[in-house]
C-alpha cells in the first residue's frame, strides 16, 4: 500500500491538503471550496467519501472556508483544539456550525486515526490558538507547520523528527520591506506571530537537516511578497554553504498558491 500526499492550494488565499491511501484520507485545512476539493481529488481517483477526517490548524478563514460544509453536510469529523473550536464558531467564514462532526484534541497527546499516529503541536500565531500536525504512517513521517509566527523549540522538535516536510516560507524579507503593504501589516507579517520568512526557514533546515529528511515543500507562499522561484533559491543558496545538494540529498519545491501539486507517493517501509 502507498501513502499519497497532495496539496490542493496553500497560500493567502486558501489552504488545504491531502494525505492518504487508497482506500482512506485526511484533509489538513479546509480553506478552499468544497467544489475545488471534490475537483482536485476525483482527478486524483479519490471520492469525498474516502475523507475520514479534517484537522485545523487555525481559524483564519484561508485554512476553515469549507470546514461546516465538511463537517456538517457530509459528516466528516474536524479535529482541532477546544480554541480553535471556539474561533471556527465565531468566524463569519463559515456558514455550518459544527455538532456532531466536532472533535476536540489536546496539544501533544497523541491520537489515531485508522493507521494515522497524529499529533498536534503549538505553534505561534496570531488567531485563537495554532497547531502544527506531526502525522506517522508507518515508517512515513510528515510534519506540518504552516503560519509560524518563529521557530520555537517544541516547533523544532517535530520538524527533526519528520521525514517529509511541509513548512511555511511566506515573505521574501527584501520584498516585503520595500512593498505596497503598509507599515502596521509590515510589522504583523515579521512579528513573532506573523509568519516564516524565506530566509528563516532556509536557515533552519540548513542547520537541522539529517539524512533521514527526504522532503521539503514550501507552503503558504505570499502573493505579493514572494515568488515560489525566489523561495527555493533561497533555499538553495543556504543548502549549498553547508554541503547539502538539493535533488541528492534532498528533495525541495515549493507549493503553489491556488493549484494542485502533483502527487507525491511513498511505500509502506
Given at each position: 500500500?502507498?501513502?499519497?500526499?497532495?496539496?490542493?492550494?496553500?497560500?493567502s488565499?486558501?489552504?488545504?491538503?491531502?494525505?492518504?491511501t487508497?482506500?482512506?484520507?485526511?484533509?489538513?485545512?479546509?480553506?478552499?471550496g468544497?467544489?475545488?476539493?471534490k475537483?482536485v481529488?476525483?482527478?486524483?481517483g479519490?471520492?469525498?467519501?474516502?475523507?475520514v477526517?479534517?484537522?485545523?490548524?487555525?481559524?483564519?478563514?484561508d485554512?476553515?472556508k469549507?470546514?461546516?460544509c465538511?463537517?456538517e453536510?457530509?459528516?466528516?469529523?474536524?479535529y482541532?483544539t477546544?480554541r480553535?473550536?471556539?474561533?471556527?464558531e465565531?468566524?463569519?467564514?463559515v456558514?455550518?456550525t459544527?455538532?456532531?462532526?466536532?472533535r476536540?484534541?489536546?496539544?501533544?497527546?497523541?491520537?489515531?486515526?485508522?493507521?494515522?499516529?497524529?499529533t498536534?503541536?503549538?505553534?505561534?500565531?496570531?488567531?485563537?490558538?495554532?497547531v502544527?500536525y506531526?502525522?506517522?504512517?508507518?515508517?512515513q513521517?510528515?510534519?506540518f507547520?504552516t503560519?509560524v509566527?518563529?521557530i520555537t523549540?517544541t516547533?523544532?522538535t517535530?520538524?527533526?523528527?519528520?521525514n517529509?516536510l511541509?513548512?511555511?516560507?511566506?515573505y521574501?524579507?527584501?520584498?516585503?520591506?520595500?512593498?505596497?503593504?503598509p507599515?502596521?501589516l509590515?510589522?504583523?507579517?515579521?512579528?513573532?506571530?506573523g509568519h516564516?520568512?524565506?530566509?528563516e526557514?532556509?536557515e533552519?533546515?540548513?542547520?537541522n537537516?539529517?539524512e533521514g529528511?527526504k522532503?521539503?515543500?514550501?507552503?503558504?507562499?505570499?502573493k505579493?511578497?514572494?515568488?515560489?522561484?525566489?523561495?527555493?533559491k533561497?533555499?538553495?543558496?543556504?543548502?549549498f554553504q553547508e554541503g547539502?545538494?538539493?535533488?541528492?540529498?534532498?528533495q525541495?519545491?515549493?507549493?503553489k498558491?491556488?493549484?494542485?501539486?502533483?502527487?507525491?507517493e511513498?511505500d509502506?517501509?
Open positions: 500500500m502507498k501513502l499519497s500526499f497532495i496539496s490542493l492550494a496553500s497560500g488565499s486558501g489552504n488545504c491538503y491531502y494525505l492518504g487508497s482506500e482512506y484520507g485526511i484533509l489538513i485545512d479546509a480553506g478552499i468544497i467544489r475545488t476539493i475537483k481529488l476525483k482527478e486524483n479519490i471520492d469525498l467519501s474516502q475523507i477526517a479534517v484537522l485545523i490548524t487555525h481559524d483564519h478563514a485554512h476553515i469549507t470546514v461546516g465538511l463537517g453536510k457530509h459528516n466528516i469529523p474536524v482541532t477546544e480553535v473550536h471556539s474561533g471556527i465565531r468566524s463569519r467564514y456558514e455550518e459544527l455538532y456532531g462532526s466536532r476536540i484534541i489536546m496539544k501533544e497527546i497523541p491520537f489515531t486515526i485508522k493507521a494515522f499516529e497524529i498536534a503541536f503549538e505553534v505561534p500565531h496570531d488567531s485563537s490558538d495554532n502544527g506531526h502525522i506517522v504512517w508507518g515508517n513521517k510528515f510534519t507547520a503560519d509566527g518563529h523549540e516547533i523544532a517535530y520538524l527533526r523528527k519528520a517529509h511541509i513548512l511555511e516560507a511566506n521574501d524579507e527584501e520584498m516585503l520591506r520595500f512593498g505596497s503593504y507599515a502596521f509590515k510589522e504583523r507579517v515579521s512579528s513573532k506571530t516564516l520568512s524565506n530566509r526557514a532556509a533552519y533546515i540548513a542547520t537537516f539529517h529528511l522532503n521539503v515543500w514550501l507552503c503558504h507562499l505570499s505579493d511578497n514572494n515568488h515560489p522561484e525566489l523561495a527555493v533561497t533555499m538553495d543558496l543556504r543548502l547539502i545538494r538539493l535533488g541528492k540529498d534532498l525541495l519545491s515549493a507549493l498558491r491556488t493549484t494542485p501539486s502533483e502527487r507525491f511513498f509502506a517501509e
